[in-house]
């Protein structure tokens, strides 16, 4: 399972980390993502971490959002700088299938409101 | 980015009825078709990838087909605790891009 941590209200411009632990697999088995949702809004890829490192993100939050993972810890983190009205969502971490093209498990979700 | 387009944006149907669920893409993205179920409050769930693979866990009754640009995710003898929101989203390349929805309601 994935548990997720580091949800909280936010002025614009503000920096947040959220984390997510991962049991009973290793965050480096295959690719991690996080994907948010805004209130009555479908889902919205943000970012990806595949083998080798290999990093993907929106256009939306490129340049402003950093995806890693910490194996000793097993865990994956999402640093979000300069925040904007418009990155408040519940943030779900997930584990991605390079092969499936699913996320076949789902962190519990963290809301992230940026308000001034 | 690919645009994916989701129809109907909302159904109504009976227990037993068949519910089907359209997702076109904006180009082609083979088979690379993801499908989940999300309720109330809760992650979404994987049902179908790779257009028309189950999910380890899922009910039989739920199934996924298509390739290319269109895709279809058939619900067949709806049950209650199928209300819920349903997503198509496409694995074909970054960003991955998802569907606006399909809440399905029982009457």
């Known amino acids: 399972q994935l548990v997720q941590s580091g949800g909280d209200v936010m002025r614009p411009g503000g920096s947040l980390r959220l984390t997510c632990a991962a049991f009973?697999?290793?965050?480096?088995?295959?690719?991690m993502i996080w994907v948010r949702q805004a209130p009555g809004e479908g889902p919205e890829f943000v970012s990806v971490?595949?083998?080798?490192?290999?990093?993907n993100y929106a256009g939306s939050v490129m340049g402003r959002f950093t995806i890693s993972r910490d194996l000793s810890k097993n865990t994956l983190s999402l640093q979000m700088d300069n925040l904007r009205a418009d990155d408040t969502a519940v943030y779900y971490c997930?584990?991605?299938?390079?092969?499936?093209?699913?996320?076949?498990?789902w962190g519990q979700g963290t809301l992230v409101t940026v308000t001034s | 980015d690919i645009q994916m387009t989701q129809s109907p944006s909302s159904v109504s149907a009976s227990v037993g009825d068949r519910v089907i669920i359209t997702c076109r893409a904006s180009?082609?993205?083979?088979?690379?078709s993801t499908w989940y179920q999300q309720k109330p409050g809760r992650a979404p769930k994987l049902l179908i990838f790779?257009?028309?693979i189950l999910q380890s866990g899922v009910p039989s009754r739920f199934s996924g087909s298509g390739s290319g640009t269109d895709f279809t995710l058939t619900i067949t003898s709806l049950q209650p605790e199928d209300s819920a929101t349903y997503y198509c989203?496409?694995?074909?390349?970054?960003?991955?891009?998802f569907g606006g929805g399909t809440r399905v309601e029982i009457k």
């Open positions: 997930g584990r991605y299938g390079a092969h499936t093209g699913g996320i076949d498990i």
């Open positions: 009973g697999f290793s965050v480096n088995s295959d690719c």
């Open positions: 971490i595949c083998s080798g490192y290999r990093t």
């Open positions: 180009q082609d993205v083979s088979s690379w």
């Open positions: 790779a257009a028309s």
């Open positions: 989203q496409q694995a074909n390349s970054f960003p991955l891009t």
